[in-house]
């Protein structure tokens, strides 16, 4: 009769773990998928504001083209257009970013770092670790309560 108990209650505390297991792997994936939407969210609203920001922008850069060319022609002096030239950088970088493959380059370039330069990506002293966190927690705690 023990025997037949003990079968019993190994297979529930398996079927439990099974259970947990399957149940930990589904919750990992929702997180997975969560942080995946966030940053997929971030992403486009970035680009959202870099758009927006371009309009006024480009308006900005349109009308000082516009007055410094007419400057520059009535006082016959082209010293005076001279600050197109950072403005249009700005200008460029902005579409770039907004319009054109600025985030597919960077994306290229950040695999290509994970590829074949993941050194730079080590923390410094290492990862994080528990033990690391605890002696920091305890060091800067007010009321340390040690069992």
Not at 56 to 82: C, D, H, Q, R, S
Not at 102 to 123: P, V
Request: glycine share 6%; no cysteine; net charge positive.
């Amino acid at each position: 009769m023990g025997f037949i108990f003990s079968k019993s209650v190994n297979d529930s505390l398996k079927a439990q773990q099974e259970f947990m297991l399957m149940n930990s792997r589904l919750q990992l994936e929702r997180q997975l998928l969560m942080q995946n939407q966030m940053r997929e969210r971030q992403t486009a609203m970035q680009i959202a504001w870099t758009r927006e920001f371009l309009k006024y922008f480009g308006t900005f850069f349109g009308l000082a083209a516009v007055g410094l060319t007419a400057g520059a022609i009535k006082k016959k002096n082209p010293g005076v257009l001279l600050p197109i030239v950072p403005l249009s950088f700005i200008f460029a970088y902005q579409y770039d970013m907004g319009y054109g493959t600025l985030l597919q380059r960077i994306k290229g370039e950040a695999e290509n770092i994970l590829d074949t330069q993941s050194t730079l990506l080590e923390l410094p002293k290492g990862p994080l670790t528990y033990e690391d966190l605890e002696k920091l927690r305890r060091s800067q705690s007010k009321f340390f309560i040690e069992k």
